[in-house]
């Protein structure tokens, strides 16, 4: 009575559900399975429908549900476990973290608008986390953490692109693949990084361009071999590279995108999940499909097992898969303990616990205490309520550890324990559903394979509201009714950091990290590393960085390495080191009078006047001549050396002590001409040397001059003011001479500069700012140069004139000339501000490379035309900027330019004009406002339609208004029904079309050009986003529909098969989709034969294949038209028919099945029946095409026999009494004998394969 009253009091309670009682209406499903870290320290994590399953020992298992993450679970959530503890889910809504085991979650702000498609951590790295973003059309990419998720930054991004997953190579972890796929023109993206993902070099993939291009592994003996897994309208490809992602080929297909890959060490066996588990015995080459389990939503190998998400179809949520595809349940998920133990305030407290009731009946749970599990657990960390055993051991066939363990009363044991009494119950809630669509189905003339009471209306959940939630609220009574005591849980998982306080206080090893057992470690702080235990201080000369030649002598500048020559050398002005000149021992007397000079202290002296072709001589073989001067800062010296022989000269300078090289060395040919300027009051050396070795003495004459001071300064400080409009007159004195003039010009004004020299070497000319820094450049050519620019700011403006190559001498000449304000403003805050409407105005391009700026205030939403159209210009280049600065769009392609946008956020944004290079000239421009976009452009802002009407149709127009607008239509699908989506054009040149689910995952497509359309069948229900755009650049406007064609008339794989009888009735079909598989079963008897018929009505052609629970084929006529197959089944078994019709095809069709009866002979010589041999026939008939009749003859030694037989045609095969060796065979009639005596088998089959029929045997002496 107890139970009556208890279940009759929840009854009431649930009469006015609230909405999150009803967030979890459907079956339990497992997602993924992950292990915390990569150190395998026994934490674990799974990914469900309903939240995350958690278990820090990988044995008992807590809840933590959805809601209390922050995503629903409509979602399908990607989860990363870090060795440092952090719990990162990732969905379309968003990256979501927990610091502290679970209990508080928290959204990361960088996710809010991409939402996050993967997380992933680096091996080896325990702070570094990966994730990518495919939110549909947001701004997506590929980031990177370095702090355990607090901090992110941008590794990859691309506009209209969905980034889809990381994978790390498990033999170099130095290699890390992303993947990605573009939202325009489906091309496939792989990042490829050899730095464990310190950075991405991205490449196109060779590969089929289909939607949804995703990572799924790498292998991990190959770092070059990796799989992804794409969509390619009505099917999920798993492609495989050999080659890091270059090019892909196909190796399997199914119904449902491939998720994850196992490599069986040593083995060559590859294991795949998708819809159906695939593998593969070539290490990945060729996949065949996998019999069970049957819904297999994960794969993964951890602690040297390969283990197995299964569905609730499988009845297990995780299994041990053996090689042999052996599968060892080892949990269900009505072996959790309950909720995971949380504070109230937490969010999984106060989250979680209210609807603990709804989340408890979907797992077969008690619901007594809002699910939290109490501290002292289960014996020996096992599961609440178990016995305290191994709670990892395999599920037992009778129900499980929780067997027989009911207080008693109610019938809880009878149901196999209170724990599986919700569960049961949700069984038979989704039997009853099927049941109730196949009734409406069979009042709307769809289908008669069912007989009953009509079905009722149907809500979302899949039966009416009311009705869902009373079965639903009777389990949870139910469940409330029968439960013993709440079992006893796991202790508190929020532990006490080790590194709280702080335990690492030796000198310079204070970094506290935990190490896989939880223990402290520490570590040398940042700038210090490990010495035999002793945390020495980072020298940047330690190694030593300094490699140049002659260039090896590191020593610290403050705390930054500078590199030094080594001893005996000295650096020149290029940085380099060359040997010092102090070396006076290679003396010698020959030669010239001047003998000995062979060093600085050798030196001829010359007086301040100079020296003019003075003869010497280069003798014997490398003979050095050094020369001397006394001269001021900053005089120019000029030395002209030159041989009388063929032979080249070299000519360099020096100066200050210790010596060291003035510019550069001059010469090469048989003279030298160079100028040098001193650096300082002193003593000036120079030297001429042979230009090559050479074993004859090389006369020459040297002349040595004062050019006196440089007539205009070198830098900016000693900057010449020059005067606008007048030529500026100077000469380059010296090799390496710069000379910088400096003008003040006028903010706004275009200035035309030109340049020139009468020498033949190019001069030229550098835009320094005030420090000095090359800003622009340019060169004469045929002796001028010319630049006509703009100045942004009032100032002087620096021009540095230099000669490529040096030379000793070279006069130039430069003017500056005014040419007045330029029209339009080169930059953002000289934008002339513009309005939409206005009339058209004139705009002119000054100077080659001027820009002319505009802005406009933009409201929100709104779509803005700006036109720009060529006068006396001939080519518009047009770019817009938003707010930010980012560029949104660009028109380059010459003659007019426009563009088009729809504003995302309000503000002030500008307008680019420019032209090609070389081009000025005139031009107009115009700004038109387009009004509000009809639809929004992602899934963020997609237009909510809501459900459509059973049965209905929901319908628009819509308007592609700018190039690359996406209109984005968002709608609620029920579950298990058909929509067809079209969009037929009206001013648009062609429709493309895709549909995606919340996950962003493609799900259906038609960008085949002209009308668009998709059939498919939303078997989970849900939301989901109509993507809809124009070819290339195409505007224009279309007609929209979303009609609801209900439920699927037959099941579309042999788990969902519709039952029929083998009677021979009638039963109709309608292949509904373009994919569309009708799978129909039947109970076949051993031995019996069935005629299997499936007739055309609207159908163009009957694809029919029969096949047995493995899928094995047995028989089927797939030749078009009407298809018909005969095959005898050779056990009692449910075996299946699949219907289906060549793609784009769709129509009605009936099928039967006829039981033709047993055989009336069997097969094998094992029970043939006995036979006269006096000439009395024997008949039979081959009941199916192939049919083989044996039977037994016996007889006599050396006795002639003869055959004959009449009816169909036929064969046979006469054996001896071994049932192997062959006497005969042929087409009677025939004869035939054997010395031996006793039993004969005689095997008759049809002459041709496909007859059937009656015939008639006799064998007769």
């Given at each position: ?7 009759a ?9 609230g909405?999150?009682?009803r967030a ?16 395998g320290d026994?934490g674990?994590?799974m990914?469900t429908?309903?939240?995350l399953?958690?278990s ?7 809840i ?8 629903t679970?409509q ?12 719990l990162?889910?990732g969905?379309?809504?968003g990256?979501?973290?927990s ?9 990361h702000?960088f996710f809010t608008t991409?939402?996050?498609s993967?997380?992933r ?8 986390v990966?994730?990518t973003?495919?939110?549909i059309?947001?701004?997506n990419?590929?980031f ?8 992110w930054?941008t590794?990859?991004?691309?506009a209209d ?5 990381i994978?790390f190579?498990p ?9 990605a796929w573009s ?12 730095d464990a ?8 993939a ?14 991990p ?9 794409v969509?390619?309208g009505?099917?999920?490809v ?12 196909e ?8 998720r994850?890959?196992?490599f069986?060490p040593d083995?060559?066996?590859?294991w795949?999940?998708a819809?159906?588990l ?7 080459k060729t996949?065949v499909?996998?019999?069970a389990?049957?819904?297999?939503a994960?794969?993964?190998?951890a602690r ?12 297990f949520?995780i299994?041990v898969?053996?090689?042999d595809g052996?599968i060892?349940?080892?949990?269900r ?8 133990s949380?504070?109230p ?5 106060d989250?979680c616990?209210p ?5 408890a009946a979907?797992?077969?749970?008690p619901?007594?205490d809002g ?6 657990g289960g014996?020996d960390g ?13 599920i037992a ?6 067997e027989?363990?009911s ?6 044991a009878?149901?196999?324990g ?6 049961i119950a949700?069984?038979?809630l989704r039997?009853?559903m099927?049941?109730?669509r196949?009734k ?11 007989a ?5 209306p149907r ?6 509201a ?12 139910l ?6 005591t709440?079992?006893p849980?796991p ?24 190490d896989?057992?939880?223990a402290?470690?520490c570590a ?5 590393h490990?010495v035999?235990g002793?945390?020495i ?6 190694p030593?960085?300094?490699i140049?030649?002659?260039k090896t002598?590191?020593s610290?500048?403050g705390?930054v ?16 080191c060359v040997?010092?000149?102090?070396d006076?021992s290679?003396?010698h ?6 003998e000995p000079?062979e060093?600085p202290t ?8 100079g020296?003019?072709r003075?003869?010497h001589?280069l003798d014997?073989q490398?003979?050095?001549d ?6 001021g800062?900053?005089?120019?010296i000029r030395v002209q050396?030159?041989?009388?022989s ?8 020096w100066?200050g002590?210790?010596l060291a090289?003035?510019?550069r060395a001059h010469g ?14 002193g003593t000036?050396y ?5 230009g090559e070795?050479t074993s004859?003495?090389i ?5 040595l ?7 205009t300064g070198?830098s900016v400080?000693e900057?010449?003011a020059?005067?606008l409009?007048?030529p500026e007159?100077?000469t380059?004195?010296?090799n390496?001479d ?7 010009l ?9 340049w020139?020299?009468s020498?033949?070497?190019p ?12 800003i622009?450049s340019?060169a004469t050519?045929g ?15 620096f021009?540095?004139?230099?000669a490529?190559?040096e ?8 003017t500056?000339t005014d ?5 339009h403003g ?6 002339t501000?513009?309005a939409?409407g206005a ?5 002119t391009l ?6 002319d700026?505009f802005?406009f205030?933009?409201i ?10 060529p ?10 900027v ?5 560029l ?7 003659l007019?330019g426009r ?20 081009q000025?000239g005139?031009?107009?421009?115009a700004?038109?406002?387009l009004g509000v976009?009809d ?16 049965g209905?149709?929901?319908s628009g127009?819509?308007?592609i ?10 709608f609620?699908a029920?579950?298990d029904?058909?929509?067809d989506?079209?969009?037929t054009r009206n ?5 493309n079309?895709r ?6 995952l493609p799900?259906a497509?038609?960008t ?6 998709t059939l498919?069948?939303?078997k989970g229900?849900g ?19 979303i ?11 042999l788990?969902?098969?519709t039952?029929?009888l083998?009677n021979?009735a009638?039963?109709n079909?309608e ?17 019996h034969a ?8 609207s159908l163009g052609d009957?694809?029919?294949t029969?096949?047995?629970?493995a899928e094995?084929v047995l ?7 009407d298809?018909?197959?005969?095959v ?9 028919l699949?219907?289906s019709?060549?793609m784009?095809q769709l129509?009605?069709?009936w099928?039967?099945?006829?039981d033709?009866g047993?055989?009336d002979?069997p097969?094998?010589?094992a ?7 006096n000439?009395?026939a024997?008949?039979g008939?081959?009941?199916y ?5 044996v039977?037994?003859a016996s007889l ?5 026999y ?13 054996y001896?009494?071994?049932?192997v060796?062959?006497i ?9 004998s ?6 004969h088998y ?6 041709s394969?496909m007859?059937?029929?009656?015939y ?6």
């Amino acid at each position: 009575m107890r139970c009556a009253v208890l279940s009759a009091s929840v009854f009431l309670v649930c009469a006015l559900p609230g909405p999150d009682a009803r967030a979890h209406d459907g079956p339990p499903e497992p997602l993924s399975l992950h292990e915390r870290g990569d150190d395998g320290d026994g934490g674990r994590v799974m990914g469900t429908s309903f939240g995350l399953l958690q278990s820090v020992n990988g044995v008992a298992w807590d809840i933590i549900c959805a809601e209390a993450i922050g995503y629903t679970e409509q979602y399908d959530p990607v989860v990363h476990w870090s060795a440092g503890g952090t719990l990162f889910v990732g969905s379309p809504k968003g990256l979501f973290i927990s610091r502290d085991g679970g209990c508080n979650w928290s959204p990361h702000s960088f996710f809010t608008t991409r939402g996050a498609s993967d997380v992933r951590g680096a091996p080896g790295q325990p702070n570094v986390v990966f994730a990518t973003s495919s939110r549909i059309a947001a701004q997506n990419g590929l980031f990177r953490s370095d702090d355990d998720g607090f901090n992110w930054t941008t590794l990859a991004a691309r506009a209209d692109t969905q980034y889809t997953a990381i994978r790390f190579a498990p033999s170099n972890p130095m290699r890390a693949y992303a993947s990605a796929w573009s939202l325009d023109d489906s091309a496939p993206l792989v990042y490829r990084s050899d730095d464990a993902g310190q950075s991405f070099v991205e490449s196109t993939a060779i590969a089929p361009w289909f939607s949804g291009f995703t990572l799924v592994a790498v292998s991990p003996t190959d770092p070059e071999v990796l799989f992804a897994s794409v969509y390619d309208g009505s099917e999920y490809v798993l492609l495989a590279s050999n080659d890091a992602g270059a090019t892909f080929a196909e190796v399997a297909r199914d119904a449902r995108a491939f998720r994850a890959m196992v490599f069986e060490p040593d083995t060559g066996i590859v294991w795949a999940t998708a819809n159906r588990l695939f593998r593969s015995s070539d290490g990945g080459k060729t996949f065949v499909k996998h019999v069970a389990p049957k819904r297999p939503a994960c794969i993964t190998r951890a602690r040297g097992e390969t283990e197995l998400c299964g569905s609730s179809l499988d009845e297990f949520a995780i299994a041990v898969l053996e090689l042999d595809g052996g599968i060892t349940p080892t949990f269900r998920f009505d072996q959790s303990r309950g909720l995971l133990s949380c504070a109230p305030g937490s969010s999984v407290h106060d989250i979680c616990t209210p609807i603990w009731g709804a989340i408890a009946a979907l797992l077969g749970l008690p619901s007594e205490d809002g699910g939290m599990v109490t501290p002292d657990g289960g014996a020996d960390g096992g599961p609440a309520g178990s016995d305290g055993g191994d709670a990892g051991a395999s599920i037992a066939a009778d129900g499980g550890p929780n067997e027989g363990k009911s207080p008693g009363g109610c019938g809880c044991a009878e149901s196999g324990g209170p724990e599986r009494v919700g569960w049961i119950a949700i069984l038979g809630l989704r039997a009853a559903m099927r049941r109730s669509r196949r009734k409406r189905a069979k009042r709307a003339g769809r289908s008669n394979l069912s007989a009953g009471t009509a079905g009722v209306p149907r809500a979302r959940g899949g039966a009416t509201a009311a009705a869902l939630v009373s079965i639903l609220c009777g389990v949870v009574a139910l469940v409330v009714a029968c439960s013993p005591t709440p079992p006893p849980g796991p202790p508190d998982a929020g532990a006490a950091d080790p590194c709280t306080p702080n335990p690492c206080g030796e000198a310079h090893r204070t970094v506290c990290t935990t190490d896989a057992s939880g223990a402290p470690s520490c570590a040398c702080d940042p700038g210090f590393h490990d010495v035999a235990g002793a945390c020495i201080a980072d020298s940047p000369c330690d190694p030593n960085p300094c490699i140049q030649p002659h260039k090896t002598v590191c020593s610290l500048v403050g705390s930054v390495a500078a590199c030094g020559c080594d001893p005996g050398f000295v650096e020149d002005d290029h940085g380099d080191c060359v040997p010092s000149p102090d070396d006076c021992s290679a003396q010698h007397v020959t030669g010239d009078a001047f003998e000995p000079d062979e060093c600085p202290t050798l030196a001829r002296d010359i007086g301040g006047s100079g020296t003019q072709r003075e003869s010497h001589t280069l003798d014997p073989q490398d003979d050095v001549d050094w020369f001397r001067v006394d001269v001021g800062k900053g005089r120019i010296i000029r030395v002209q050396a030159e041989s009388s022989s063929s032979m080249p000269l070299r000519a360099d300078a020096w100066m200050g002590s210790p010596l060291a090289p003035v510019g550069r060395a001059h010469g090469g040919s048989v003279g030298v001409d160079a100028a040098w300027r001193a650096p300082a009051a002193g003593t000036f050396y120079f030297r001429v040397a042979a230009g090559e070795p050479t074993s004859v003495p090389i006369p020459y004459t040297i002349s040595l001059g004062d050019l006196g001071l440089d007539d205009t300064g070198d830098s900016v400080s000693e900057a010449r003011a020059g005067s606008l409009g007048e030529p500026e007159l100077g000469t380059l004195q010296f090799n390496g001479d710069v000379d910088v003039l400096s003008f003040m010009l006028e903010a706004g004004h275009t200035w035309r500069f030109e340049w020139s020299t009468s020498a033949p070497t190019p001069l030229l000319a550098d835009w320094l700012d005030g420090a000095g820094t090359v800003i622009r450049s340019g060169a004469t050519t045929g002796g001028t140069g010319e630049l006509v620019t703009r100045t942004e700011s009032t100032g002087d403006v620096f021009i540095a004139l230099h000669a490529d190559p040096e030379v000793a001498e070279m006069p130039w000449s430069v003017t500056v000339t005014d040419l007045g304000p330029d029209d339009h403003g080169d930059a953002p805050a000289e934008a002339t501000a513009i309005a939409p409407g206005a009339p058209q105005q004139a705009g002119t391009l000054e100077r080659d490379g001027d820009v002319d700026v505009f802005s406009f205030t933009a409201i929100a939403g709104h779509i803005y035309d700006f036109i720009c159209t060529p006068v006396s210009v001939s080519d518009c280049l047009v770019t817009l900027v938003d707010p930010s600065g980012t560029l949104v769009a660009e028109d380059l392609d010459g003659l007019e330019g426009r563009v088009t946008t729809e504003v995302g956020v309000a503000g002030t944004w500008t307008v680019q004009v420019t032209a090609p290079p070389g081009q000025t000239g005139g031009y107009t421009y115009a700004l038109f406002d387009l009004g509000v976009d009809d639809f929004g452009d992602d899934s963020m802002t997609a237009a909510a339609l809501g459900m459509p009407p059973v049965g209905g149709t929901v319908s628009g127009v819509g308007n592609i208004e700018t190039a690359g607008d996406r209109d984005y239509l968002q709608f609620e699908a029920d579950i298990d029904h058909i929509y067809d989506i079209t969009c037929t054009r009206n001013t648009l040149g062609a429709c493309n079309m895709r549909v995606f689910d919340v996950n962003g995952l493609p799900v259906a497509q038609d960008t085949n050009g002209g009308d668009a359309r998709t059939l498919h069948l939303y078997k989970g229900g849900g939301t989901y986003y109509v993507e809809i755009s124009g070819a290339g650049t195409a505007t224009g406007t279309y007609s929209w529909k979303i009609e609801d064609h209900q439920h699927d008339d037959h099941g579309d794989d042999l788990f969902a098969a519709t039952p029929m009888l083998a009677n021979g009735a009638w039963v109709n079909g309608e292949i509904q989709t373009f994919t569309d598989q009708d799978w129909l079963s039947f109970a076949a008897v051993a031995d019996h034969a069935y005629r299997i018929v499936c007739q055309r009505v609207s159908l163009g052609d009957c694809l029919l294949t029969v096949e047995d629970a493995a899928e094995n084929v047995l028989a089927q006529d797939t030749n078009g038209q009407d298809a018909e197959v005969v095959v005898k089944m050779l056990s009692s078994a449910d075996d299946y028919l699949q219907i289906s019709a060549p793609m784009g095809q769709l129509g009605t069709y009936w099928v039967k099945i006829e039981d033709l009866g047993q055989d009336d002979c069997p097969e094998t010589q094992a029970g043939a029946p006995a036979m006269f041999v006096n000439g009395i026939a024997a008949n039979g008939v081959f009941e199916y095409p192939g049919d083989i009749d044996v039977r037994e003859a016996s007889l006599v030694a050396n006795t002639v026999y003869h055959l004959t037989a009449t009816g169909v045609p036929l064969r046979f095969t006469v054996y001896a009494s071994d049932g192997v060796t062959v006497i005969a065979s042929g087409a009677p009639p025939a004869s035939f004998s054997d010395p031996v005596a006793g039993p004969h088998y005689l095997e008759v089959r049809a002459l041709s394969p496909m007859a059937t029929g009656a015939y008639s045997i006799a064998v007769s002496p």
